[in-house]
């Protein structure tokens, strides 16, 4: 049977998607970017552009019929020249900055929040000439140089096409003025470039589409990969078991050393048990020193029958105690009096006098009834 282990059939766990964006490696186009920037710049120039054509046109004009352009004071020229910056750079403003928008946005649309400032440094691999040969002839690259040439055949067909077809009208641009001269170009470069521009951007959805598969399928994971990955982050399971059972051995170890200790052990009566101590001299309440579930309630039981601790069955306090209360803690107020109880019932067993436990925690609830968690003791 062949050996499959080198076969990635499972899909890449969070810890791999998160260590693949550390080192920068994420699904992503930059086709996308530059054909939505073309796009975006094509469709601004043909709602602002008259507007900026004629705030350039003026500012022309006022440069070359001002006074300061025939002078040689240099003060009064570089004032007039930051001035006639200004204005321009304000007229070119709402251009430049929905193509700064427009990048930001498909960029984080793409990768999200990504800052890798390490990947700013310079990479020494990278000039490196055998990887970059290798580089150079990889699928990717074999790819992306097909995808490219379609690109530029798709252009040069859109162009072909659309001055084609206003191939009359060109012809007879001769019979017009000048201002039709120019609006007609104007019109068509604009519209051959936003159909050159809606096309890339289809493509290059194609584009983004393949880079994330591409990107999913190498991110997936073989066998040997996952056992790595799981000993990297949950550590060896070996090691996790070798832990488990010296923690298991453990807490065998405080339960041999703690339960002794108890005054009483309240069951459920076989799932659950509780062990309590209470000294009246040193402790405002009771507490519990050991308690479990299932085995550790047996092993529980067997250590309090091997050392004549009474074992008193209260289903609804044992059941409260569990959930309420953590080992090393002391009871609280709402089960002051079952507990009463129970250690009066223990210490009359004992021949214990009674009279200090009552007296404490009467002390601190109200007096001792029957209450609904008591049964009858075993």
């Known amino acids: 049977m062949a050996d499959d282990s080198g076969e990635k059939k499972h899909e890449a766990t969070d810890f791999r998607r998160q260590k693949a964006r550390e080192d920068g490696n994420v699904a992503r186009s930059s086709d996308l970017t530059s054909a939505i920037l073309l796009l975006v710049g094509v469709v601004l120039l043909d709602t602002t552009g008259p507007a900026i054509a004629n705030s350039l046109i003026g500012l022309l004009h006022e440069v070359l019929t001002s006074e300061a352009t025939f002078k040689t004071d240099s003060r009064t020229v570089m004032i007039d020249l930051i001035r006639q910056t200004g204005q321009s750079s304000l007229a070119l403003l709402p251009l430049l900055l929905g193509m700064l928008a427009t990048s930001v946005i498909v960029h984080y649309a793409q990768v999200g929040p990504l800052w890798l400032p390490e990947k700013l440094g310079m990479d020494i691999t990278r000039i490196d000439p055998i990887q970059g040969f290798k580089r ?21 067909g859109i162009l072909v096409a659309g001055v084609w077809s206003k191939w009359d009208s060109i012809l007879a641009l001769g019979t017009t003025g000048i201002g039709a001269v120019g609006g007609f170009v104007w019109e068509t470069m604009i519209e051959l470039c936003r159909n050159v521009a809606i096309a890339l951007v289809i493509l290059s959805i194609i584009d983004y589409a393949f880079q994330r598969w591409k990107y999913e399928q190498d991110l997936r994971m073989t066998d040997e990969e996952m056992r790595e990955e799981m000993k990297m982050t949950q550590g060896d399971p070996h090691t996790k078991s070798r832990r488990r059972k010296v923690q298991r051995d453990l807490a065998q170890q405080r339960l041999s050393v703690d339960v002794p200790k108890a005054d009483v052990v309240v069951t459920n009566p076989t799932e659950l048990a509780i062990a309590l ?36 069955e209260r289903k609804p306090l044992a059941q409260a105690l569990f959930r309420e209360v953590d080992v090393g803690k002391p009871i609280p107020a709402t089960e002051y009096t079952a507990v009463a109880e129970v250690l009066k019932y223990v210490y009359q067993v004992k021949g214990r006098s009674i009279q200090e436990i009552t007296e404490t925690l009467q002390s601190q609830t109200e007096p001792i009834k029957k209450d609904p ?4 003791p075993t």
């Open 136 to 156: 150079l002839l990889s699928i990717t690259n074999v790819t992306r140089l097909g995808f490219g040439l379609v690109k530029i055949a798709l252009v040069t």
């Open 277 to 312: 101590q209470y000294d009246p001299k040193t402790m405002r309440a009771p507490i519990v020193l050991a308690k479990g579930a299932d085995l550790v309630a047996a092993k529980i039981r067997k250590i309090a029958l091997q050392h004549g601790i009474p074992i008193v």
């Open 373 to 376: 968690k008591l049964g009858q």
